[in-house]
Structure formats: C-alpha cells, structure tokens
C-alpha cells in the first residue's frame, strides 16, 4: 500500500527500514516520506512504531555498552572481582 502519495512510499519502503533500525527521522530523510504536503506523516509513524523502528540500534547500543566504575569503587573491599577477572 503507498503510504506517502508525494513521494512514492509504501508502507514496505517503511518497514523494512524500520525494521533495520532506522528512526522515523531517518526513514524521512532516506525516503523523502511526509515531507511534501505532511498528510502521510501520522499513518508513516504508525508503521514505524509497528517495525520498532530505531529500537534495534538502541539495544544494540545497550547490549555493548562497558560499565566502567570509579577507582574508589574498584579498591574497595565491597567490591569483590571474581577469580577470572584477577587473570
Ligand atoms: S502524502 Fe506524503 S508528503 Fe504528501
């Protein structure tokens, strides 16, 4: 179904991106979708939020980020590093 008649987009076009991890910001810069007369804009977020588009990135970043704790922490007795860190 197009989506985005100004543009051409479908709501295919979307999802896939969405589904890559790509923001409504993004899809609308990559695609061109709701930046001519606006009246596809709510049905395009629509299909966005049903992709979870940009939430892939997002936990990706999550699952990859490095907890790093303060010297203070570290040297203290309340922190126990287990027997494979000390290797
Ligand atoms: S229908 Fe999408 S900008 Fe007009």
Redesign the pocket.
Same mark, same amino acid.
Request: proline share 3%; charged share 20%; glycine share 6%.
């Given at each position: 179904m197009i989506? #985005?008649?100004?543009?051409r987009?479908s709501d295919r076009d979307i999802a896939r991106h969405a589904r890559a991890g790509m923001s409504f910001d993004d899809i609308q810069f990559e695609l061109?979708?709701?930046?001519?007369?606006?009246? #596809?804009?709510c049905t395009?977020r629509e299909v966005v939020a049903q992709c979870g588009g940009g939430h892939a990135v997002a936990a990706l970043r999550q699952e990859t980020a490095v907890v790093q704790l303060a010297p203070s922490i570290r040297e203290s007795k309340a922190w126990a590093p287990s027997p494979s860190a000390a290797a």
């Amino acid at each position: 179904m197009i989506v #985005c008649v100004c543009r051409r987009v479908s709501d295919r076009d979307i999802a896939r991106h969405a589904r890559a991890g790509m923001s409504f910001d993004d899809i609308q810069f990559e695609l061109g979708v709701a930046t001519q007369c606006g009246q #596809c804009e709510c049905t395009a977020r629509e299909v966005v939020a049903q992709c979870g588009g940009g939430h892939a990135v997002a936990a990706l970043r999550q699952e990859t980020a490095v907890v790093q704790l303060a010297p203070s922490i570290r040297e203290s007795k309340a922190w126990a590093p287990s027997p494979s860190a000390a290797a």
